[in-house]
C-alpha cells in the first residue's frame, strides 16, 4: 500500500475535543494547490473518517500561512493531455462529492485564498467560516473553462442564480465580508481568527448527540434535493431511526436530573 502523501494530514484534537477531526492541507510551495498527491491524500483521508464512528465533526483547514487553497494545479495540468484532464477533474468532483455526502458536519476554515477548485473543496463542506482578510472566487472562466468540480451547481444552490452566476462570468473574487452578506460564508472573523471561531462551533456541535448530528444532516441535505411531500417523509425516517436510541434516553434523564448529558452515539 502507497504511504498517504504528507501534504494533507488528520489531526485529532487533545482528548477534551474527542470527536472533533481536523484535515490539514499543507502544500506551501504551490499554496495548497490540489495535483494528484493532493488529491489522493484527501481521498485517503477522508475515507478515513468516513469509516470512523468517533469522529462528530470535521475541520477542513489550512496548515499554509494566508491561504486556504488555490484550486487545481495549473503547473500540473500543463503537463497534461485533454483525457488526463478529463479523469482528473472527473475524481476531484467525486472526491468533493464524497466530502459532501460524509456523514457528519463539516466546517471549512479559509483564511486567505479559496480559489477555483479550492473554494469548490470549501462549497462541499456545511459550514464556512472565513477571516476578514479571505478572498474567494471562481476564476475559471478566466482561463476558458469552467469551474469543474461541483462550482456551477452548489454556488447557486447557496448564493442564489444570478449572483452566482455573476461571480462565474466574471470571475470576480470577494472578501470574507461581502462573502458573508452573499451568504457564501457562515461567519467572518476578524483576520486570523476563522480556525477559533470554527473551533469553537465544533465544540458545540461535538456536544449534541452524535447520531442526532447524522440524522440532521441526512435530513435536510435529502430533503432539499426531493419534492416538499417526499422531503417530509425523509425527516420522519431520520426522526423514527432516533427513537430507540440510548443517547435519547440519556437526553430526556440529563434534563430531568440538570446535568450536562454525556452521549455515546449508540
Ligand atoms: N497551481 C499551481 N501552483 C500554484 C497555484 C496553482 N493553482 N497557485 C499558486 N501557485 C504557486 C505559484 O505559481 C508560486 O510558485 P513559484 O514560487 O514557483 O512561482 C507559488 O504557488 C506562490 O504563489 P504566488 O507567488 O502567486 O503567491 P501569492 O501569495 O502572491 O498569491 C494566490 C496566492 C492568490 C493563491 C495566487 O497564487 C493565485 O491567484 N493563484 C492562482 C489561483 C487560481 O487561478 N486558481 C484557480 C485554478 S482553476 C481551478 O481550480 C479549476 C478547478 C476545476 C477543474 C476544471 C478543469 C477543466
Redesign the pocket.
Known amino acids: 500500500l502507497e504511504p498517504a502523501p504528507e501534504c494533507v494530514r488528520l489531526a485529532r484534537l487533545a482528548d477534551s475535543d474527542k470527536g472533533i477531526v481536523e484535515v490539514r492541507l499543507e502544500r506551501p510551495?504551490?499554496?495548497n494547490?490540489i495535483g494528484k498527491e493532493m488529491l489522493r491524500g484527501l481521498r485517503h483521508h477522508l475515507g478515513l473518517i468516513s469509516e470512523d464512528a468517533s469522529a462528530n465533526v470535521v475541520l477542513l483547514t489550512s496548515c499554509v500561512p494566508?491561504?486556504f487553497c488555490?484550486?487545481?494545479?495549473?503547473?500540473?495540468r500543463r503537463e497534461m493531455n485533454a483525457s488526463e484532464?478529463h479523469s482528473f477533474?472527473n475524481s476531484?468532483r467525486s472526491t468533493f462529492s464524497f466530502l459532501e455526502a460524509l456523514q457528519v458536519p463539516t466546517i471549512a476554515v479559509i483564511e486567505g485564498?479559496a480559489?477555483?477548485?479550492?473554494l469548490?473543496m470549501a462549497l462541499s463542506c456545511d459550514i464556512r467560516i472565513c477571516g476578514e482578510n479571505a478572498?474567494m472566487g471562481l476564476?475559471?472562466t478566466s482561463?476558458a473553462?469552467i469551474?469543474?468540480?461541483g462550482g456551477t451547481q452548489r454556488l447557486p444552490r447557496l448564493v442564489g442564480k444570478s449572483t452566482a452566476k455573476e461571480l462565474i462570468y466574471t470571475g470576480r473574487r470577494v472578501t470574507g465580508r461581502e462573502a458573508l452578506t452573499l451568504g457564501l460564508v457562515n461567519h467572518c472573523a476578524p483576520a486570523g481568527e476563522a480556525h477559533a471561531k470554527a473551533l469553537e462551533i465544533a465544540r458545540n456541535i461535538n456536544e449534541k448527540g452524535p447520531l442526532a448530528l447524522r440524522m440532521a444532516k441526512r435530513a435536510i441535505d435529502r430533503g432539499l434535493e426531493a419534492d416538499k411531500e417526499s422531503a417530509m417523509e425523509v425527516e420522519e425516517d431520520c426522526y423514527v431511526q432516533l427513537l430507540n436510541t440510548t443517547d435519547r434516553l440519556e437526553g430526556l434523564a440529563a434534563f430531568a436530573e440538570k446535568r450536562k448529558p454525556v452521549y455515546k452515539g449508540e
Open positions: 510551495e504551490a499554496k494547490a494566508k491561504v488555490a484550486g487545481a494545479d495549473l503547473k500540473e484532464i477533474v476531484l485564498a480559489l477555483g477548485g479550492g469548490e478572498v476564476p475559471e482561463l473553462i469551474p469543474g468540480a
